[in-house]
């Protein structure tokens, strides 16, 4: 199965049985108005279709809860790690997601490789006040011409010599402060 008929079909089926543990959705469903439905149902797709999106451009990741407890802290110092700077990853609405590709060896740790460091403190300092943590994983999974066309994250999980990752982030947030 594809992964589409895979979204579709999970989400379908979330719903069904979500549906029908909502006593007043079972009795008054009828009532709802079509537009309604419809708007509600468009933003429900709209945010599978986003998180999808997202979960591709971290590709293999580990989630912050994860992470904290194989380092002993709370989860929230992993999400303020996030947002401040000091590891590449995505904060949601339940739990944060960080990137394998930053870790020394793909393995999850206390600090991300020597080299996404380097990257992280050019956005961080480049950027200041509009750091986003989402800049560098957007960052990461975009060919850059710097790297001779490759994804910054491919540089680092083959290994490569990651010496040209700091300049690419700096042509990157050098185009984003102008």
Known sequence: MDAESTAINAFSDSLRKR????????THGENLDEGVVQAISDDAAALVIS????????????????????LGL???AIIYMIESGHFVGLVGKHDAFLPLWQF?????????????????????????KDFAP?????????????LHGE????????????????????????GLTQ
């Open 104 to 128: 020394s060896n793909h393995t999850p740790d206390k600090e991300p490789s020597d080299a996404v460091a380097a990257v992280l403190r050019v956005f961080r300092d480049g950027l200041g």
């Open 74 to 76: 709370a989860a929230e």
């Open 151 to 174: 994804e910054p994250r491919q540089v680092l999980l083959s290994n490569k010599d990651p010496q040209n990752l700091t300049w690419s982030a700096q042509v990157t947030v050098s």
């Open 19 to 26: 549906w029908e543990r909502q006593r007043q959705l079972r």
């Open 134 to 146: 989402e800049l560098v994983v957007l960052w990461g999974a975009t060919k850059q011409p710097e």
């Open 51 to 70: 998180n999808l999106s997202w979960h591709l451009a971290l590709g293999e990741s580990v989630s912050a809860r994860s992470l904290a407890t194989k």
